[in-house]
């Protein structure tokens, strides 16, 4: 699976045919048994600082569009328990992939994407939900990017 969030050649990100994204990498104490919002600081964004926070994206005004949203938490397992990943937009998953292990391993990765038209103001969240019993470190990379603005599309 290949993660990017990439600038126009020009190097900024926007405008006419750029495109701007956000990509987080990161690892969390995740407690066992709810459902938590991924809140690891992005390494890259292109849009204002105040756009993301604490792992919620909120979409800004004048940046509705066609979104490309990832998220993959990978986990090394101990015993057998299930994983769960989930999109998250204005406080309703949209996408949604879990996962059960068996047994110890090098680790595994639970998956999930979705495409939506985010108009101004929806909130994006990738949130990770777990059952070992206690905390886990989980580690996981998302992305959001912009593929485009405008158009007549049903908002979200």
């Not at 990498?25 to 995740?30: A, D, L, M, R």
């Not at 979409?59 to 999109?87: C, D, K, M, R």
């Not at 996408?95 to 059960?100: E, I, Q, R």
């Not at 949130?127 to 206690?134: E, I």
Request: hydrophobic content about 40%; aromatic content about 10%; some cysteine.
């Amino acid at each position: 699976t290949a993660w990017a969030c990439a600038a126009d050649d020009a190097g900024s990100a926007g405008g006419s045919g750029g495109t701007k994204g956000i990509y987080v990498s990161g690892t969390q104490s995740v407690a066992s048994g709810s459902w938590i919002t991924f809140t690891q600081a992005a390494t890259r964004n292109d849009f204002s600082a105040g756009d993301f926070v604490s792992g919620v994206f909120t979409v800004p005004a004048g940046q509705e569009g066609w979104y490309s949203l990832s998220f993959a938490p990978t986990y090394s397992p101990n015993n057998t328990f299930y994983v769960g990943a989930a999109i998250v937009v204005n406080g309703t998953i949209e996408a949604f992939s879990s996962d059960t292990t068996g047994s110890a391993s090098l680790g595994s990765t639970v998956s999930v994407a979705h495409n939506a038209y985010l108009a101004a103001g929806a909130t994006v969240r990738f949130n990770v939900r777990h059952s070992t019993g206690a905390s886990e470190s989980i580690t996981a990379r998302s992305s959001i990017v912009m593929l485009g603005g405008g158009g007549s599309g049903q908002d979200v």
